[in-house]
C-alpha cells in the first residue's frame, strides 16, 4: 500500500470510532435534536379586486360637408423635359495591360487503366458419356389378400 491510501485509512478509522463514542442514547437524541416548533401559516387576507370604471366613447363630431366630398382628382403634371446629360469627360486610355503569362499546362491526368475485360462466360462442361439405363427391376407384386370368412 502506498503511504497517501494508509493516511485515508487512519483518517476514516478515526470517524469510525468517534462516530461509535458519541452518545445516541434516546435521551441525548431528544436534548441535541429535538423537531423543530410547528409553524403555522396564517390564511392571506383575500384581495379584492375592483373592477375598472367603465369606459365611456363618446360619438365622432359630425362631419362638415367638405369632409364628406371625395378629394379632387389630381391634375395631370406635364412631365419637365429630360436634362441632357453632359458626355462624360474623355478618359485617357492606359496602355493595356501586359497580357497575362500564360500557366503551364496541367500535369498530364493519370492514365487510368482499361477496364478488366468482362469475365468469360464458363464454357458448358463437356457431355458425359451416356449411361446405359439399369436394367429393370424385378417387379415386386403382394400376395393376394387371404379369403376372408365374414363373406360367406
Not at 485515508?8 to 461509535?20: C, G, R, T, Y
Not at 409553524?39 to 365622432?60: E, G, L, Q
Amino acid at each position: 500500500m502506498s503511504p497517501p491510501s494508509i493516511i485515508v485509512h487512519l483518517v476514516i478509522a478515526v470517524f469510525v470510532v468517534a462516530l461509535s463514542l458519541s452518545s445516541t442514547s434516546a435521551e441525548g437524541y431528544d436534548e441535541y435534536y429535538s423537531p423543530p416548533p410547528p409553524v403555522y401559516y396564517s390564511p392571506c387576507p383575500p384581495v379584492k379586486y375592483s373592477s375598472p370604471p367603465p369606459v365611456k366613447y363618446s360619438p365622432p363630431p359630425p362631419k362638415k360637408d367638405d369632409e364628406y366630398k371625395s378629394p379632387p382628382p389630381p391634375s395631370p403634371k406635364k412631365s419637365p423635359p429630360p436634362k441632357k446629360t453632359p458626355p462624360p469627360p474623355e478618359v485617357k486610355k492606359s496602355p493595356p495591360p501586359p497580357p497575362p503569362r500564360k500557366k503551364p499546362p496541367p500535369p498530364p491526368a493519370p492514365k487510368k487503366s482499361p477496364p478488366p475485360p468482362p469475365p468469360r462466360k464458363k464454357s458448358p462442361p463437356p457431355p458425359s458419356p451416356k449411361k446405359s439405363p439399369p436394367p429393370p427391376s424385378p417387379v415386386y407384386k403382394s400376395p393376394p389378400p387371404p379369403p376372408s370368412p365374414y363373406y360367406y
